[in-house]
């Protein structure tokens, strides 16, 4: 049973220990020691992401992503997740518009296995047509899955390639299906040279680890790669100039929209009372739209989200507001009420009660995130990864907290505007409409 | 760690069971009562009661309505959700430490004391009716719950927990309040709380809050039996000709969880299709073959025989295959058992991975209410990796060749049927579904 001590919350600590290394082949190091339990979170995290792509080849961070399970000279395809499973590891990868990352979270004993097995693929990845072939007809089943038979999938995506024109954000991280059909060999085993070097890697580990020790076993395993250097790209989406609207028609028995405001990137100060406004809008069932859409029925879905650090993008990211209407509530009535509806906040503001729900929910939501090793690692390491600064992840806290009304006045004008908006709505067709216009990928 | 999953008991003087785990990590507290009737007694042609009460329940006490009890609760951080399941219905309340005794007294106030408003109960219906109305745009959606209907032919498991859209005008208020009249009573219910507060706290707290309660009752028999009948194996086929991909199911009767073989059964659903990338039906369908993303197993523990089902997705054009693959990897699990290397694996995976099933109070709950609702005794969690150390490949074998059976496999395809109709005939007989129109939701 734990000491009396450890269960008073007057005593509770928030801060993440962080302890930097970087190597002298470039590759940068995070240790989180964290004594609490008997586990580690092992993460390699790459700074390369879709908008490193170009037209022609999306989606091939995504999929080389996937690759990086498919063996080397000493293991076979999905071997490195079945012996770290074995392990008792929870062993994934996930891709993002800016960056890609492998975790293995495990007991604390194997922190050396996990880290010896992501030097041997990173080293020593063996590919042949065979497998990378398998390994596209995965991709394009996870595309269809996630994308093309989803309920939003494909709005979402044109809503992203409306809103942006010359940011890579405008394609989906998954890619094209004509792009991944397309993709060769040759092309991945290029990619994988030019961005699974020292340069663009972070090495993290949160849990019960020493971090000389730590420093000690990367060395050992990653010290002896050739150095890099890691490539800083600067693209700027020209500031939208009037409304976008464009429609997408499926099978569907909902009418749905979704609007998107380009706003900041995650190291912008202005992320905090975003996440705010999106908490008063529609966090929990006191908010604004709960009240007026949701629960007397008009609408069957209504949020107002913006990615929440640290996962919001690197870039300035959207703020979404996907609308979902009920059966019966006519679309255009239900999107005129729900503009009529911000423009009521941007006129008066905010109330201090609604203020404060906000500001205690986004604690409470953090707080919580902070009893999980795996979550306190990626917070340090994508707050590092997009913001260049690990810190921000100690600082999220008295972020919220800072919060007035008047930045939430303020944003709401400055973000929310008609001219900053672009609106994707849905359109319901039977299916042999939907089968004259054409077949869906 | 054994200090962190330690877990109490205290019975209440009228009854109401309590359990509790002091957990240090972070100031959070999650509490939930769980009343140990579910959905298998909602009303035959009534599905959706329980849920539906668990829902109003949050919509209104006595002492407050709706939106004053949503702002009082959010303005600490809090969260109220209520949902019917299987065998039981459960109330959460997670918030932060420093407010147990709120929390404890809310908890109590919208557990025992509803009001059940008349009019909260029509909006309730209406946001119903296009939940139910949307989930048939998410084809996983629709294949579960069209297995689910199939299956089971009205036994009690038969229908969707949420209710269906052909029946929401069949249910009316006056179920609610009668289900809630009988089946919440403190004999049969149990309330847990994992939290960073000592647990002399928490039982004098429920004490005060729950431990006058008397209930209604009497309430409904558990239900623990294997259903009269069930659907005739074969192939079954939904048309949406608008999806690129079909989605599939592939089941037979699972076992109830109080069943002697569950630990050897776990095991070997591991190896067979639970194991992530280390189970047989994610090498074979996927790794090897590439036809799906994602492909998993699962047996539905509950208190009477729940179903066994093979999950997965596949573009259109490899339906049949996909399906012959998989009655060919379950045919060698059942006839040749698993390798000792693999069961060893399995093993070594539950046992290693314990305490990160322990990290977070959600992951903790979730486990504690299994414990409190499958009464499996306050040592389960001090004893459950000497258990699965336990199991031998002997009792594996066993467990394959009782507890897989390939021949009673009843099979569903929701797909184009254009596409997918012919190469199924060959694999056998296909039973034609009458579209989602036809009113089967």
């Known amino acids: ?441 | 760690m054994a200090a962190l999953a330690a877990l109490q008991q205290a019975t209440l003087k009228n009854g109401l069971s309590l359990l509790g785990v002091e957990y240090p990590r972070v100031p959070w507290i999650s509490l939930a009562f769980m009343c140990k009737r579910g959905s298998e007694t909602d009303p035959p042609d009534k599905p959706g009661v329980a849920d539906w009460t668990a829902e109003l329940l949050t919509q209104g006490t006595r002492r407050r309505r709706q939106l004053e009890l949503a702002q009082d609760i959010e303005a600490l951080g809090a969260a109220l959700a209520a949902r019917g399941g299987w065998d039981a219905t459960y109330v959460h309340l997670d918030g932060l430490a420093e407010d147990m005794e709120t929390l404890m007294a809310t908890l109590a106030e919208v557990a025992l004391t509803p009001a059940f408003p008349a009019d909260d109960f029509a909006l309730l219906k209406e946001r119903r009716r296009a939940e139910l109305t949307q989930a048939m745009d998410d084809p996983r959606e629709v294949a579960n719950r069209t297995f689910t209907r199939l299956f089971f032919q009205g036994a009690p498991y038969g229908h969707a927990v949420r209710g269906e859209l052909a029946r929401v005008d069949a249910v009316g208020l006056e179920d609610l309040t009668a289900w809630y009249a009988r089946e919440f009573v403190p004999e049969e219910s149990v309330l847990v709380c994992v939290g960073m507060v000592p647990f002399p706290r928490l039982v004098e707290a429920a004490a005060r809050h729950f431990g006058s309660w008397g209930g209604g009752g009497p309430a409904s028999p558990a239900w623990r039996e294997a259903p009269a009948r069930l659907a005739a194996p074969g192939i079954y086929l939904l048309d949406r000709p608008e999806l690129t991909q079909s989605e599939i199911r592939l089941g037979h009767l699972g076992l109830p969880r109080s069943h002697p073989d569950y630990f050897p059964v776990r095991l070997l659903n591991y190896i067979l299709g639970e194991g992530g990338f280390s189970s047989r039906l994610m090498g074979r369908i996927r790794s090897e073959l590439g036809l799906t993303y994602g492909i998993r197993s699962t047996f539905a523990w509950r208190r009477a025989p729940g179903p066994f089902v093979i999950s997965t997705f596949t573009p259109a054009g490899n339906t049949a295959l996909a399906i012959k693959e998989i009655q060919r990897v379950v045919q060698e699990v059942q006839e040749a058992g698993v390798t000792a290397q693999e069961l060893a694996e399995a093993q070594s995976y539950y046992i290693g991975h314990f305490p990160l099933g322990l990290e977070t109070p959600r992951a903790l709950i979730r486990q504690v209410l299994n414990i409190g609702l499958h009464d499996l005794g306050l040592d389960y969690l001090a004893r459950y990796r000497e258990r699965v150390a336990a199991v031998t490949l002997e009792e594996v074998r066993r467990a394959a060749q009782a507890h897989l059976h390939p021949q009673r496999l009843v099979t569903l395809v929701v797909g184009p049927a254009a596409q997918v109709k012919e190469p199924l005939a060959e694999i056998g007989p296909v039973t034609e579904f009458p579209t989602a129109e036809s009113g089967f939701f």
């Not at chain 1, 960056?99 to 590919?127: D, G, Q």
């Not at chain 1, 979402?156 to 060769?184: N, S, V």
């Not at chain 1, 999107?335 to 009660?353: N, Y």
């Open chain 1, 1 to 441: 049973m734990p000491p009396e001590a450890a269960l008073d919350p007057r005593a509770w600590n928030p801060e993440i220990a962080l302890v930097p290394f970087t190597l002298e082949n470039g590759l940068q190091i995070l240790v989180l020691p964290d004594p609490t339990l008997p586990v580690v979170s092992v993460q390699v995290h790459y700074a390369v992401g879709s908008r490193h792509e170009v037209p022609g080849i999306t989606g091939i961070s995504h999929l080389f992503e996937h690759l990086m399970f498919r063996g080397t000279a000493t293991l076979g395809p999905e071997e490195f997740s079945r012996r770290l499973q074995a392990k008792g590891g929870e062993v994934n990868a996930f891709t993002t518009r800016d960056h890609t990352s492998y975790f293995e979270n495990l007991p604390a004993e194997h922190l050396e296995l996990a880290l010896s097995l992501e030097a041997e693929r990173l080293k020593h990845l063996k590919l042949d047509e065979e497998n990378f072939e398998t390994e596209r007809q995965v991709v394009l089943s996870e595309r269809k899955l996630r994308c093309v038979d989803s309920p939003f999938g494909l709005v979402e995506e044109l809503l992203f390639a409306t809103a942006y024109t010359t940011h890579p954000y405008r394609w989906p991280i998954i890619g094209w299906d004509q792009d991944l059909r397309r993709l060769t060999l040759e092309d991945c085993l290029a990619f994988f040279r030019r961005h699974y070097q020292p340069g663009e890697m972070l090495i993290l580990v949160a849990g019960e680890a020493e971090p000389e020790q730590v420093y000690q076993l990367v060395q050992r395993y990653f010290g002896d790669l050739p150095p890099g250097s890691r490539e800083v790209q600067r693209v700027v989406e020209p500031p939208q100039r009037g409304e976008r609207r464009a429609v997408f028609k499926k099978v569907s028995q909902m009418e749905a929209l979704f609007a998107g405001f380009h706003t900041v990137g995650l190291g912008h100060p202005d992320i905090y009372p975003l996440m705010v406004l999106a908490s008063i809008l529609s966090q929990g069932r006191a908010c604004r739209f709960y009240q007026e859409f949701v629960r007397p029925g008009r609408a069957a879905e209504l949020e107002a989200e913006v990615y929440p650090p640290p996962w919001t993008a690197a870039d300035p990211d959207l703020f979404i507001i996907r609308a979902v209407a009920a059966p019966g509530e006519p679309l255009p009535r239900l999107e005129a009420d729900l503009w009529a509806a911000l423009a009521r906040l941007q006129e008066e503001g905010v109330t201090d009660p609604e203020l404060a729900r906000a500001k205690k929910m986004l604690r409470a939501q953090t707080v919580q995130g902070l009893a999980k090793t795996f979550y306190r690692g990626l917070m340090a390491a994508l707050f590092h990864l997009k913001a260049g600064d690990a810190t921000l992840a100690n600082r999220l806290l008295a972020a919220y907290d800072a919060v007035s009304a008047a930045d939430v006045l303020r944003v709401a004008r400055q973000y929310l505007r008609e001219d900053n908006r672009t609106v994707v709505t849905l359109k319901p067709v039977s299916p042999e409409e939907s089968q004259e216009l054409g077949p869906l990928f």
